[in-house]
């Protein structure tokens, strides 16, 4: 089992920057990707960016040059730095873990992001 738990999440106005942080606990395998999906209302749940444990990343066309996703992997961390903050990023943002060749993953309860205009 593997727990997450998000924080960093709060109200921002746009052009604001906020940094989301995500902790790992539990039973992480060395091969791993670590992500942040958002969900706003009446949306699907989308990713935002992803960071797999060899330091690949990848990011949703909407967010790149806004937003970093980067992780420690000594203390199974992932963080997002979200900057230029526009209100369309308004949503939850959820934390994920998965293990390439598992089918299962994993996530936190989400953090709230409030970007005001």
């Known amino acids: 089992q593997v727990q997450l738990v998000e924080s960093g999440g709060g109200l921002v106005q746009a052009g604001g920057s906020l940094r989301l942080s995500c902790a790992a606990s539990?039973?992480?395998?060395?091969?791993?990707?670590m992500g942040w999906y958002r969900q706003a209302p009446g949306k699907q749940r989308e990713l935002v960016a992803a960071v797999r444990s060899g330091g690949s990343t990848n990011y949703a066309d909407s967010v790149k040059g806004r937003f970093t996703i980067s992780r420690d992997n000594a203390k199974s961390t992932v963080f997002l730095q979200m900057n230029s903050l526009k209100p369309e990023d308004t949503a939850v943002y959820y934390c994920?873990?998965?293990?390439?060749?598992?089918?299962?993953?994993?996530w936190g309860k989400g953090t709230l992001v409030t970007v005001s205009s």
């Open positions: 994920n873990v998965r293990f390439p060749g598992y089918a299962v993953d994993y």
């Open positions: 539990g039973t992480i395998l060395s091969i791993n990707v």
